[in-house]
């Protein structure tokens, strides 16, 4: 049941260790064989994604994350895609361009400043509207034109994590539906499909680093600041590391894209910063170690996660080994360390990790 903690010591850890679970019940009669079951969105979403030509994602919080790295998707797959928080959206005014679809993204369905977003958005010309979220009978799910459901189950560690990864599922299935009406075969997103029906499988693998996470997160018990680096879509990955991080043990992180330290954030870099950076193996990996080449230059304590094929050429450093990963579902996949990462952190600290100071589960007011 979703109010028994089972073994675990928290629901936050309960519901990490749930993820490859319920990514599997996400994707369970969507994929079948390598195929997308886009029967299973129903005739209306269908409809909305045949006209779709762009999109315009509307989220807060962890589910804005979601988005963000969703844009990196579409865009691969030649769709223009905008992605706000509500709170600026709603007071904005909006240029929509012809075909464009108006997606919000909520674990609850109830956050207010989305839900205005969704009402104000009726009247600005969008093809309609489809909502990525994981309560049925929400406000959002109601006031829609249509809803693709992640299912997480409930959810009750005010810091979202299996819901974020099952968004993250939600949507790669809706730019997997995409990518067929920009031309893709069966044949071109086949690979694609595999990789995902792989991810609870790859995420199991990463659950079981969870004691070695455990003693990288000791590191942490001293700091005070903490810096989150990415490139592509590891930067929202990054910054939803850090807002974990933040949310649960009060250390004040922050995520910044990669290229952009030297802008900036180098002048705080000094033997008491940590520097948590994921290394997946991807076109941006050298990139990336050169920026993290800056930071040893600066003394910065490094604490990495990377793929088994990328050689780290660095003097000092902790790194953890993730193999077998899938570039298509990779930011899913580094997700869960960070996760972890913040929790054992705020195991340390002694926080409430559920229950964190001045917040809220679900934002439903102004
Ligand atoms: C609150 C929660 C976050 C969540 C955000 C958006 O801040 O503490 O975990 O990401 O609201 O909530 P939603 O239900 O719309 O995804």
Redesign the pocket.
Known sequence: AAADKGPYQHYMLKEIFEQPGVVAETLEGRIYKGRLLEESFGYETRELLDQTRQIHII?????YHAGLVARYWFEDIGIPCMVEVASEYRYRHTVVPEGTLFVTI???G??AD?LAALRGAKDKGYLGSLVVCNVPESSLVRESDVALMTRAGTEIG???TK?FTTQLVALRLLVLAMAKRMGYTEDDLRGYIEELHSLPRQMEVVLGLNESIEQMARSFSDKEHALFLGRGPFYPIAMEGALKLKEISYIHAEAYPAGELKHGPLALVDEKMPVICALPNDPLLDKVLSNLQEVRARDGELFLFSDQEVKIELDKYQSLTLSDIHPSTAPIVYTVPLQLLAYHVALIKGTDVDQPRN?????TVE
């Open positions: 989220a807060c919080g962890t589910s909520t674990q609850s109830e956050t989305t005010v810091a979202s819901a917040l809220a589960k679900s934002v």
